[in-house]
């Protein structure tokens, strides 16, 4: 693996496990991330009676496990089924996949720019990690904002450029998008060239890299205003602030508006 981990998971952590073999009295498992072996006892599997073990897990199949006991001076890891929660097995599921396309990632990067892995890691992974508290997630902001999100953070500018270029490829980030209805008028003989322009400002706001505010007419006196952002909350803000700008514009000049926002 790329990412330096401790040598045993912590009590209370969350692990990917892979079922080694099947007891009587439970089953032995590989910590997937650990490289090291752990029990699952049979009286961990489910709250209620086991009488088979095989239909709650099966050699090979892959689950997630809470870590109860450690005892690293033995290497021994007790592990629990039953005490992990549809929400904790679906964002520990989730964490693990992205810390492996992480990790595929960084390998495309020692690849494409013939500089060992390690190097890599130690230039420009261990950063990434201490500043976004994961590496995925510097890597989606990298895909999101562009290389000076590496160069800021002091990552060589070869590595930085090369990763940046591997994750805009790979890593598609999706947005959300929100809309509202404005609805302006404004009696002036320049009225028209008059709402053109609080628009236009509307449009214009300043807006995080990666986010879209698109102004259109449906049909005058009404215009839309859809946003696309990475979050609801980012949209919302860039929604009202863009939605008060036309309004402001338009009062200001001697016209009237109003805003609608759209479900």
């Not at 401790?6 to 009295?25: N, W």
């Not at 699952?40 to 209620?48: A, R």
């Not at 396309?101 to 990690?129: F, N």
């Not at 890299?209 to 919302?236: F, L």
Request: aromatic share 6%.
């Amino acid at each position: 693996m790329v990412v330096r981990k401790p040598e045993f998971p912590e009590v209370g952590d969350l692990v990917i496990a892979t079922i080694k073999s099947t007891t009587s009295y439970g089953a032995y498992v590989t910590l997937d991330e650990y490289s090291k072996e752990g029990l699952l006892h049979i009286s961990e599997i489910s709250s209620g009676w086991v009488r088979n073990i095989r239909s709650f897990v099966r050699e090979g199949q892959k689950v997630v496990l809470k870590v109860l006991r450690v005892n690293a001076e033995k290497g021994h890891v007790d592990l629990s089924l039953r005490r992990v929660t549809k929400h904790d097995k679906r964002e520990k599921i989730l964490a693990w996949k992205r810390e492996r396309k992480a990790e595929s990632l960084l390998r495309s990067a020692s690849k494409k720019s013939k500089i060992p892995i390690k190097e890599i890691y130690e230039k420009a992974g261990s950063i990434i990690e201490e500043t976004f508290g994961g590496l995925y997630e510097g890597l989606e902001k990298t895909a999101r904002d562009g290389v000076d999100v590496l160069l800021e953070i002091g990552v060589p500018k070869e590595i930085a450029t090369t990763i940046a270029e591997v994750v805009k490829e790979k890593i598609k980030i999706s947005l959300v998008k929100i809309k509202g209805t404005l609805e302006l008028q404004c009696t002036k003989p320049n009225g028209v060239v008059l709402i053109q322009e609080s628009l236009l400002n509307a449009q214009k706001i300043e807006k995080p890299t990666g986010t879209i505010v698109h102004v259109y007419a449906i049909s005058p006196p009404k215009y839309r205003i859809e946003v696309s952002a990475e979050d609801y909350k980012e949209a919302e803000k860039l929604l009202e602030k863009a939605s008060k700008t036309a309004l402001d514009y338009i009062t200001n000049v001697g016209g009237q508006g109003a805003f609608k926002r759209e479900k």
